[in-house]
């Protein structure tokens, strides 16, 4: 089992550029989430899904796209890149979030310069 | 505004002394789940406590919630170097039994000195 893996691990984007960071898992888990992370600020959701063609704004869901057309995928598109989108993004997965917690991928670190 | 805040901030302590770390938040919640982070690496998911529980054990980590209060406590014994990391607390929101919104709070970091 590769667990919940994301790509690329770094990437550095130019203001206004867009990309769609990647995040696959293989535990056949319905429920994923996009968060990021900022010095001082802990996780802040950014989407979260809870099954193949349903997903939902989280906290900080301005400048992100999302969509979760399997069970596997959930990609995170960044529309156009600004520097307040420099961040260390985590995607994570559950089962079930009534009895299970979230396994996390390693991390994609963004620049946006 | 955050769902959970960790308290304290930031705790030092020796190996073999036990850690405690509180956490608080705002809104009714299906559950409350405490993860660790090392420097750089993506989170673990410790332990996970339901509303309807008062504590939990797993191994050194004992967790406690009292839903009068909207508190939590995460307490690790005889600790070790290998503790040093940030912690935090996430919870999952009672939103009419809908789930998938897990928030998190800011983190303790913990720093155990051999």
């Known amino acids: 089992n590769a667990g919940v893996t994301q790509t690329p691990k770094f990437q550095v984007l130019k203001t206004g550029q867009s990309m769609t960071l990647q995040c696959a898992q293989d535990m056949n888990h319905e429920y994923m989430s996009w968060y990021r992370q900022d010095p001082g600020m802990g996780l802040r959701l950014i989407h979260y899904?809870?099954?193949?063609?349903?997903?939902d704004q989280g906290e900080v869901p301005n400048g992100y796209n999302v969509s979760r057309s399997t069970t596997e995928d959930f990609p995170l598109r960044l529309l156009s890149a600004a520097p307040s989108q420099t961040s260390v993004y985590f995607c994570?997965?559950?089962?079930?979030?009534?009895?299970?917690?979230?396994?996390f991928g390693s991390g994609t670190r963004l620049t946006v310069v | 505004s955050q769902q959970g805040e960790e308290d304290p901030q930031a705790l030092s302590i020796q190996e073999g002394e036990n850690a405690t770390m509180n956490c608080s938040y705002k809104?009714?919640?299906?559950?409350l789940q405490w993860y660790r982070q090392n420097s750089g690496r993506g989170l673990v998911h410790l332990i996970l406590?339901?509303?309807?529980?008062r504590e939990k054990h797993s191994g050194r980590l004992r967790v406690t919630l009292d839903t009068s209060k909207k508190s939590s406590s995460l307490l690790i014994t005889a600790s070790r170097a290998a503790d040093t990391a940030s912690y935090f607390c996430a919870t999952d929101l009672n939103y009419g039994g809908s789930q998938g919104n897990l928030i998190f709070g800011k983190g303790t970091k913990l720093s155990v000195k051999p």
């Open positions: 809104t009714s919640i299906n559950n």
């Open positions: 899904s809870v099954g193949a063609g349903i997903t």
């Open positions: 406590i339901r509303s309807n529980e």
């Open positions: 994570a997965s559950s089962y079930t979030l009534w009895t299970y917690g979230y396994t």
